[in-house]
């Protein structure tokens, strides 16, 4: 197939993605990442540093939301496959969003969460290919996918 594309959403607290680029790199994988912008600020921020601040909140948010829609919508759109990682610290709205889009799309999912939260991400967990709990599992399902062959 060649290089598989893979759009790693979510949780921006932990180096959970470092930990899947570096582990896929050391095995040699044909794999290109993306990911949405994960500098918080500059997220939050992107919408009315380029287009005009705005004193109400919302107006501000919904700048910054669409601008950033450009970015994930098109990475999603090109990825093979998308991997959303749910942390526990914050409600990621935003990566339920992102799974919900990539599932519409047809992508093959692979979401990556604590088993606390199991419950309140079901309907996540059901369209999903595979839940994961860590970096280490949705590598070697990468691995496993790319090549074909499974390390017993």
């Known amino acids: 197939?060649?290089?598989?594309?893979?759009?790693?959403?979510?949780?921006?607290?932990?180096?959970?993605?470092?930990?899947?680029?570096?582990?896929?790199?050391?095995?040699?994988?044909?794999?290109?990442?993306?990911?949405?912008?994960?500098?918080?600020?500059?997220s939050d921020d992107c919408g009315a540093v380029i287009l005009g601040d705005e004193s109400n909140k919302f107006w501000y948010d919904q700048k910054g939301a669409k601008v950033n829609a450009i970015r994930t919508r098109t990475l999603i759109e090109k990825a093979d496959i998308v991997?959303?990682?749910?942390?526990?610290?914050?409600?990621?709205?935003?990566?339920?969003?992102?799974?919900?889009y990539a599932s519409a799309l047809g992508k093959s999912l692979i979401v990556m969460h604590d088993p606390s939260l199991t419950h309140p991400l079901k309907e996540v967990d059901a369209a999903a290919f595979a839940v994961t709990e860590t970096p280490g599992q949705v590598v070697d399902i990468l691995k496993y996918v790319i090549h074909g062959q499974l390390d017993r």
């Open 83 to 100: 991997v959303v990682r749910f942390g526990d610290k914050y409600k990621q709205w935003n990566a339920a969003f992102d799974a919900g």
């Open 1 to 42: 197939m060649g290089t598989w594309r893979v759009y790693l959403s979510g949780e921006i607290h932990t180096d959970w993605r470092e930990t899947i680029m570096e582990q896929s790199k050391a095995l040699g994988l044909p794999v290109e990442f993306s990911a949405p912008v994960t500098d918080h600020p500059a």
